[in-house]
């Protein structure tokens, strides 16, 4: 059974940073594309950042560009998101997801097969 679980958010301020974790189990990491989507109240999940399997090539959302960084290591079946100079709206749930698509970057959160639950990122004003 595949576990995605996500780890690191919290509460920060504006200009703060942010490292998100996600540790993946019960599938061959490396067979995967690995991306971070998120969902504020209201609103539907968008794209955030992805990279290929062997963490050549990524992708990211333009609100993201500049501020966030995604990596991973297949060695230790994990993906991280770092987040700085966050911002009000970048408060929401931040959610990783593995896409079979390994050698892509997809931005769309069809092309993603599973996902983990979840965590939050509030940032105060």
């Known amino acids: 059974q595949v576990h995605l679980v996500e780890s690191g958010g919290g509460l920060v301020q504006t200009g703060g940073s942010l490292r998100l974790s996600c540790a993946a189990s019960?599938?061959?990491?490396?067979?995967?594309?690995m991306g971070w989507f998120r969902q504020a109240p209201g609103k539907e999940r968008e794209f955030v950042a992805t990279?290929?399997?062997?963490?050549?090539?990524?992708r990211y959302a333009d609100f993201g560009k500049g501020r966030f960084t995604i990596s991973r290591d297949n060695g230790r079946n994990t993906l991280w998101l770092q987040m700085m100079s966050l911002k009000p709206e970048d408060t929401a749930v931040y959610y990783c997801?593995?896409?079979?698509?390994?050698?892509?970057?997809?931005?769309?959160?069809?092309?993603?097969?599973?996902w983990g639950q979840g965590t939050q990122v509030t940032v105060s004003s």
């Open positions: 990279i290929t399997w062997g963490g050549g090539s990524t």
């Open positions: 019960g599938l061959t990491f490396d067979n995967y594309a």
């Open positions: 997801a593995a896409s079979h698509l390994r050698g892509q970057t997809p931005s769309s959160s069809l092309n993603y097969h599973y």
